[in-house]
């Protein structure tokens, strides 16, 4: 149960595209198409960004978008915005009813 | 409205013990896996525990395997976690979460607990 792997940290200036990798191994990210990704900010609670690697919830802007290569997904927010400047965590079912959350990324908006 | 509100945190000492509870609302409670979700301070989210729609099937993190047990009462629409032998590396905001398509869709507001002498 190791956490996957995030770059601590990640920036861009308003209207570039950001995107920030979440790399596991083939026991979570790699063997499941079920790899979820969490908008934080500080002092709130977590939020779905998107499920099953590039599914929007309702409401969620279509700026965020999914996808994944082998061992390694992958966030990108497109068009940045200054509420964007948030924490952002991935998730992967791990087999066994189990899950795993990647060590977190912190996106500032320049 | 939907919604999910633990309870039940607070100060104790290693060793000690706790009951987490989280009341949902607003939506039909038995069509929803649970989890539980904590996040120590300064850090980022852990994965703890998970149970099914009636309470039959449970999974837990290692680092809290044997010490922590997830149940629900389908009645109260409540999710537990009940929390053993705290040591201080479980300090940290506990979040509940609604499983849905294997992601948590719903969050709470997240209650604290700290471990500490």
């Known amino acids: 149960q190791s956490a996957l792997t995030q770059p601590p940290s990640a920036s861009g200036s308003p209207g570039q595209s950001v995107t920030i990798s979440c790399t596991g191994t083939?026991?979570?990210?790699?063997?499941?198409?079920?790899v979820s990704w969490y908008q934080q900010h500080p002092g709130k609670a977590p939020k779905l960004l998107l499920y099953e690697v590039s599914k929007r919830p309702s409401g969620v802007p279509d700026r965020f978008s999914g996808s994944k290569s082998g061992n390694t997904a992958s966030l990108t927010v497109s068009g940045l915005q200054a509420e964007d400047e948030a924490d952002y965590y991935c998730?992967?079912?791990?087999?066994?009813?189990?899950?795993?959350f990647g060590g977190g990324t912190k996106l500032t908006v320049l | 409205e939907v919604q999910l509100v633990e309870s039940g945190g607070g100060s104790v000492q290693p060793g000690g013990s706790l009951r987490l509870s989280c009341a949902a609302s607003g939506f039909t409670f038995t069509n929803h896996w649970m989890h539980w979700v904590r996040q120590p301070p300064g850090r980022g989210l852990v994965w703890v525990s998970h149970?099914?729609?009636?309470?039959?099937?449970?999974t837990y993190a290692d680092s809290v395997k044997g010490r922590f047990t997830i149940s629900r009462d389908n009645a109260k629409n409540t999710v537990y976690l009940q929390m053993n032998s705290l040591r201080v590396e479980d300090t940290g905001v506990y979040y509940c979460?609604?499983?849905?398509?294997?992601?948590?869709?719903?969050w709470g507001q997240g209650t604290l607990v700290t471990v500490s002498s």
């Open positions: 149970v099914n729609n009636d309470g039959s099937d449970t």
């Open positions: 979460g609604r499983d849905s398509a294997l992601a948590l869709d719903l």
């Open positions: 998730n992967s079912y791990a087999g066994s009813t189990s899950r795993v």
């Open positions: 083939s026991s979570d990210v790699g063997g499941y198409n079920y």
